[in-house]
């Protein structure tokens, strides 16, 4: 488990049982996974954790990040980022 995801599991561990719980799905955007476009409405919210890269470096799947990125944030969607 990510340290995010061991986070985030605690968390939901703690809220009451009338509370909704969270779900963890991890996309590998190195290697261009993604969540299906059709079901960027399932999701609630969004964390992109932080990588060796920076976002200045030119790799392949930056750019893609990137775009997602500004996506999520045209259509108004919550978005944590940490580090990126």
């Given at each position: 488990?990510?340290?995010?995801?061991?986070?985030?599991?605690?968390?939901?561990?703690?809220?009451?049982?009338?509370?909704?719980?969270?779900?963890?799905?991890?996309?590998?955007?190195?290697?261009?996974?993604?969540?299906?476009?059709?079901?960027?409405?399932?999701?609630?919210?969004?964390?992109?954790?932080?990588?060796?890269?920076?976002?200045?470096?030119?790799?392949?799947?930056?750019?893609?990040l990137l775009d997602f990125i500004r996506?999520?944030?045209?259509?108004?969607?919550?978005?944590?980022?940490?580090?990126?």
């Open positions: 488990k990510s340290m995010f995801e061991a986070l985030l599991e605690q968390g939901s561990n703690n809220m009451s049982e009338n509370s909704s719980r969270i779900v963890v799905e991890e996309f590998d955007v190195i290697n261009l996974k993604y969540p299906d476009e059709n079901e960027l409405g399932l999701y609630a919210s969004f964390v992109i954790v932080g990588s060796l890269a920076s976002a200045y470096d030119d790799h392949p799947w930056t750019e893609k996506r999520l944030h045209l259509e108004n969607r919550r978005v944590l980022g940490v580090c990126f």
